[in-house]
């Protein structure tokens, strides 16, 4: 285990984190603005609160450790979320995809650098 890898491995994963977190943040505190993005992105708002649940509590199942079944989990779900939400800005052609695109590296370093580490 470098040292290397370590220190991209948190700073991956500190970013994505950051990123899940302000994301909702957003969707608890912000949440007018945030249920027009989805209807606009054709998605039902009423699933804006779990969706903001869902990425806290995938945040604290990469960072726990506990169940490696329960961490991979999280980074599906985190995979799916962030694809379906590059998918539909691309979609309506709104041009805001590309913060989806830079987490989702994010993710994929993260989760590279996990499997390398801790598997």
């Not at 054709?42 to 990469?62: D, E, H, R, S």
């Not at 995979?79 to 590296?105: S, T, W």
């Amino acid at each position: 285990m470098s040292k290397t890898n370590r220190i991209v491995y948190y700073v991956s994963t500190g970013l994505l984190s950051l990123m899940m977190l302000m994301s909702a943040g957003m969707y608890f505190f912000n949440h007018e603005m945030v249920a027009a993005t989805f209807t606009n992105l054709g998605y039902p708002t009423y699933i804006i609160y779990p969706l903001a649940v869902a990425k806290i509590l995938g945040v604290i199942a990469i960072w726990t450790k506990k169940s490696k079944a329960l961490k991979e989990w999280a980074y599906a779900g985190f995979f799916f979320d962030l694809i379906l939400a590059a998918g539909a800005h691309i979609a309506i052609k709104d041009g805001e995809f590309i913060p989806a695109v830079v987490v989702i590296i994010l993710l994929a370093i993260s989760y590279k650098y996990d499997r390398k580490l801790f598997a």
